[in-house]
């Protein structure tokens, strides 16, 4: 059966409204012990033996995957590297039997993605992948697989199969660190009380959309744009940035926030401008300096920031609150606003939104 649009004027519409009961589903599967099994999860023994994980894939799911290393550290304090696969596949990369390869992938079929899990397999890593469609290519090839079952996702800019990847490293980060040891059970329940009350912020957020359509207003005649973020805020500034350019055409591009005064300030003007995420809370400050910093050369400054922020909120010409959560957790609901922005931008532009040009759903070639 073909999906249908259920009533919304585009799939990525749909989508972007499907991801509350997506990650609802995934967090009560981990929750009732369903979520991870022999088939899917390494044991004690094998995780023992990890010295390092790579995480390599391609556009959002390689984002998802630099959203999820924040987690895995923090949970598990194994390193975590993370690469684009047409670039990890002929680096000088550092794969042994120590080694935990995950490869994250809507489709399961991304050619590159595919030859960096062939390149890790013949250095004899373990492997592991996070895919959305059950019995592809890269879910049968690796050691474990996760399954997203975040529904077939139509919309060639991804969004619920981006949150699903995020939230299952969320959880197989726990799952490891509590086979290791690295967690106490206080923290892991505390972590998990956090957890399920995400789906029902990712719908505050849903539900109050006047402020993202006043944004992308503002941004459907501009030329080229800035998204800027530190740590995790850093990864959603450039999936923002990512989701806008696939939607709506406009140049843009994501920076560390801290490197603006190593370049990029000299294309700052009073035609220019900047989507700042700040909702760490030990960055967040820091971030909305830049922002006051930017607004004294003129720019328009869009942020996205977590409630009751007064001090980013004054700094910025609007701001999107997100519902406080975890730092480690924030990345599932910053990318939201930053959706549908591209959404509507890409509305306002009069694109054809669930098909932009010159883009495919799976990528088969390199
Ligand atoms: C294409 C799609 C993107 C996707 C990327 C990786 O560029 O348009 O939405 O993120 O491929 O695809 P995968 O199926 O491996 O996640």
Do not use: W
């Amino acid at each position: 059966q073909s999906p249908d649009k259920n009533g919304f004027e585009h799939f990525m519409l749909k989508e972007i409204f499907e991801q509350p009961g997506v990650i609802k589903n995934i967090i009560s599967n981990y929750a009732d012990n369903k979520l991870f099994n022999s088939n899917n999860s390494f044991s004690k023994e094998e995780l023992q033996n990890i010295d390092k994980i790579y995480i390599v894939a391609c556009g959002t799911a390689l984002h998802a995957g630099q959203s999820g290393k924040f987690a895995i550290e923090k949970f598990t304090k194994i390193p975590v590297l993370t690469d684009i696969a047409s670039e990890f596949r002929y680096n000088n990369s550092f794969i042994d039997e120590k080694t935990l390869l995950i490869v994250i992938s809507q489709s399961g079929e991304t050619a590159d993605t595919l030859g960096a899990l062939e390149k890790g397999i013949k250095a004899k890593a373990k492997t592991l992948s996070i895919t959305n469609v059950e019995d592809s290519t890269i879910a049968k090839t690796t050691d474990k697989s996760l399954y997203c079952n975040a529904g077939p996702e139509v919309s060639i800019a991804s969004t619920k199969a981006y949150t699903a990847q995020v939230a299952l490293i969320y959880l197989l980060s726990l799952d490891m660190a509590k086979k290791l040891k690295t967690i106490d059970d206080e923290d892991l329940s505390s972590i998990l009380i956090e957890l399920k009350k995400l789906p029902e912020k990712i719908e505050e957020i849903l539900q109050n959309v006047d402020t993202i359509k006043n944004i992308a207003n503002e941004l459907k005649e501009c030329q080229s744009m800035f998204y800027i973020g530190r740590g995790p805020d850093l990864i959603t500034a450039k999936e923002g940035s990512l989701k806008l350019k696939e939607t709506s055409y406009i140049h843009s591009e994501p920076f560390a926030a801290g490197e603006l005064k190593h370049g990029t300030m000299a294309l700052m003007d009073s035609s220019s401008k900047v989507i700042a995420v700040a909702t760490q809370s030990n960055l967040s400050k820091k971030t909305a300096t830049n922002v006051l910093e930017l607004r004294e050369k003129g720019v328009s400054v869009y942020s996205v920031g977590v409630e009751g922020d007064v001090l980013l909120e004054k700094n910025s010409n609007y701001t999107v609150f997100i519902p406080e959560t975890l730092d480690v957790l924030s990345p599932i609901l910053t990318v939201i606003p930053e959706q549908l922005i591209a959404y509507y931008t890409s509305l306002a532009k009069g694109i054809d939104v669930d098909h932009p040009r010159n883009l495919t759903k799976s990528v088969i070639s390199e």
